[in-house]
């Protein structure tokens, strides 16, 4: 548990200082790999997040998934049962800032999305290795969710997110493909 904070640590300070040039042009790249991809091609509602500071930006991404006649679901995060509902984002509007300055759907204004529906989970997390392992942050959130779908996984990273070996426990869940800059990662 302390190994895994520390490289999150180590990981959200490398991410602090990429510039807002290299920000949006490797944001860029990495959108393009992900529409350039298969997985992309084939979704037809594709579950992803919304950026938080350094995060590669999503934004673009879902403007392409709407422009694509894709359906996009965002999750909104119950921290008593440490479950994710997804829900329908049709607009930026319709976000509302919650707990640790995580932008979600608003509930009333937006229909709520099943697993089922969902064909391309966009997987968020701080770093990430080359057998798919991820780090996430501390929440167990995907560690409980992604078991209990069937469909590819993608993350998005940037270089600085790419480490030799992320530490794993029992219920650690791996991703099916990163995304970085460079292309696919995995
Ligand atoms: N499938 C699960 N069932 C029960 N508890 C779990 C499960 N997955 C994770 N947890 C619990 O959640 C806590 C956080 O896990 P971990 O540190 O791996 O989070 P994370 O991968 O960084 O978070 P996230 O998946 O939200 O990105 C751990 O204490 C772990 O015991
Ligand atoms: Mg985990």
Known sequence: ????????????????HLTNEQYIKQSAQIAQHLFDSRCWKKAQLIAITIPRDQEVDTYEII??????????????????????????LTSFDKLEESAFRVKEPKESLCR????????????????????GYRLGYGGGFYDRFLPQI?????????????????????????IDHIISPMGFYR
């Open 112 to 131: 709520t999305i099943s697993k089922e529906e969902i064909g391309l989970v966009i997987v968020p997390g701080v770093a990430f290795d080359k057998r």
């Open 150 to 174: 069937k469909v590819p996984t993608i993350a998005l990273a940037f270089t600085c997110q790419l480490v030799k070996e992320v530490p794993i426990d029992i219920h650690d869940w791996k």
């Open 63 to 88: 403007k392409m998934g709407w422009k694509q006649n894709k359906i996009i679901a965002v999750p909104r995060a119950d921290f008593k049962t440490k479950t994710m509902t997804f829900y329908e």
């Open 1 to 16: 548990m302390k190994i895994k904070q520390s490289i999150r640590k180590q990981v959200v300070e490398k991410l602090k």
